[in-house]
């Protein structure tokens, strides 16, 4: 090899180099929207999330144009000249990788920080490890399948070498445009499907346990031939036929498996909140039906009451006329709506619970209006507040008989947002349980389908937020909305 061939392979390092900083970009937003459609993470991606990647690119592209230019400069001198090692001092790519791994980290939390809007350390940590193993998960899967497609690649994983490394120029770039491929592919999915529909699908703790252990398992298997076979010829056709068919094919047919059974209970948990919306809708129809024939009744003897009073008052029978008259005014407040919040949707499922609330001996009170209504679709308005009342009935439930329940209702309405805030009463336990306890309420109970999940995805799709704080013995929850319309 001449110092020109060697200034040839270091430009080609260069370039797949610049590839991976591009397929490492897409993995990092890869793993911010599976954080926010799988994982149930507040935040929202914008044109500043993408900032930090593009500087990322950047700084790398910059960090490989001053090698390049570097060992060019050293080996010009040289260009027919055979080249060996340590004869012209290079740049040592090891310790720039390092500084590339630090940008990368740098890349990742400002992300995560512009992205999402709370709990931003512990986003930062998940992210971090989401994103070890999905690089490592995908670049396994890679590895098994070029072992199974180039033979000659086993010994270089027998001797702990990079695969991409070791099978020349054509087949490196193959291998890095290929994991380009997946990582654009992986987004691209996401990202249409999922995230720019507004959709999410919950994967619960269990789901996400089973899913790591498989990885981790997955990852180990990897590496049984060089642990459990000792001849170097089983251990290659170990790697070749039974590693690299079966490890791919496995590995990316369950997780397909695990996101097909996370849809149809997304479907099933959907059907749920719509039930209830129906449900809410059905009984202001049959409440609306009831006032009609009220109002009916009293038109048809508003007459003779009419009469009756004249009547008492000509009589001079003054005291009567005035029972007579208390009499009629509660008829008509009984007629009126008890529950009054501006919006008709919330007056629906403000009415359906009162009547659970009445049955369970729950006090209950409306403060406030929101005037003109939220601009909000029916059943997203279902899905947030039937909810959060279902789990204040929930909760207040739990509290022992004798003592006193009630839920309160606060509403507020300012030019910029609606901010609806629902207290209740609750047993007094240690704060971290309550809202433990509250959560489990909301996701595990097959009434309120989505819960406290539910309540998260559509206050997020509206560009809103929530905050819960636990008391001693009093629950609130705050929701807050912004006045403006969502995205379809």
């Not at 001449?2 to 200034?7: I, P």
């Not at 490492?24 to 935040?43: H, S």
């Not at 209970?265 to 609306?288: G, S, V």
């Not at 679709?377 to 279902?382: H, M, R, S």
Request: charged share 20%; with cysteine.
């Amino acid at each position: 090899m001449t110092c020109m061939d060697k200034f040839h392979t270091i430009i080609n390092t260069g370039v797949l180099s610049f590839f991976s900083y591009i397929a490492e970009c897409f993995c990092i937003l890869t793993v911010v929207m599976i954080m926010l459609c799988f994982l149930g993470r507040e935040g929202n991606i914008t044109g500043k999330s993408v900032i930090p990647l593009v500087a990322f690119l950047g700084a790398g592209t910059c960090i490989n144009i001053f090698m390049i230019i570097h060992d060019y400069l050293a080996l010009k001198d040289h260009w027919n000249e055979p080249f060996f090692e340590g004869k012209i001092k290079l740049i040592d790519r090891s310790q720039f990788n390092i500084y590339v791994s630090i940008l990368v980290i740098i890349a990742i939390v400002s992300v995560i920080l512009i992205t999402f809007t709370d709990n931003k350390i512990m986003n930062c940590f998940i992210a971090g490890v989401m994103m070890i193993f999905y690089e490592f998960y995908i670049s396994v899967e890679m590895m098994c399948s070029t072992i199974y497609l180039f033979p000659k690649t086993r010994n270089y994983v027998l001797k702990g070498s990079f695969i991409y490394e070791n099978i020349g120029d054509t087949f490196s770039g193959i291998f890095i445009f290929v994991y380009l491929l997946i990582m654009l592919g992986s987004f691209l999915v996401i990202y249409l499907s999922l995230y720019k529909k507004g959709r999410t699908l919950y994967i619960r703790w269990r789901g996400r346990i089973l899913l790591m252990v498989w990885e981790v398992s997955m990852i180990c298997l990897t590496y049984a031939p060089l642990m459990l076979v000792k001849d170097k010829k089983s251990q290659q056709r170990c790697m070749g036929y039974e590693m690299g068919m079966l490890i791919p094919l496995m590995g990316f047919v369950v997780p397909g498996l695990l996101i097909l059974i996370v849809s149809a209970r997304n479907a099933m948990e959907k059907t749920i909140i719509q039930e209830e919306y129906i449900a809410a809708e059905l009984e202001f129809i049959n409440q609306y039906k009831k006032n009609q024939n009220e109002i009916r009744a009293f038109r048809h003897d508003i007459i003779n009451n009419l009469s009756m009073l004249n009547t008492l008052h000509n009589e001079k029978g003054y005291d009567e006329a005035e029972d007579y008259l208390k009499e009629l005014m509660d008829n008509v407040r009984e007629m009126s709506s008890k529950y009054a919040t501006g919006d008709e949707m919330l007056d629906c499922i403000v009415g359906m619970k009162s009547f659970k609330m009445e049955e369970e001996g729950i006090d209950f009170a409306v403060d406030g209006t929101l005037k003109g209504g939220l601009e909000m679709k029916p059943v997203d308005i279902c899905s947030i507040f039937a909810n959060a009342i279902d789990n204040a009935i929930d909760a207040c439930g739990m509290i022992p008989k004798g003592e006193k329940k009630w839920i309160k209702m606060f509403l507020n309405k300012t030019e910029d947002s609606y901010c609806v805030t629902i207290q209740n009463s609750m047993q007094n336990v240690e704060n971290g349980n309550m809202i433990r306890e509250k959560n489990k309420i909301g996701q595990d109970s097959n009434r309120h389908g989505y819960g406290i999940q539910s309540m998260i995805n559509t206050i997020s799709k509206y560009k809103g937020n929530k905050k819960i704080k636990p008391g001693d013995g009093i629950f609130t929850l705050t929701i807050n909305l912004p006045i403006e319309k969502a995205a379809d």
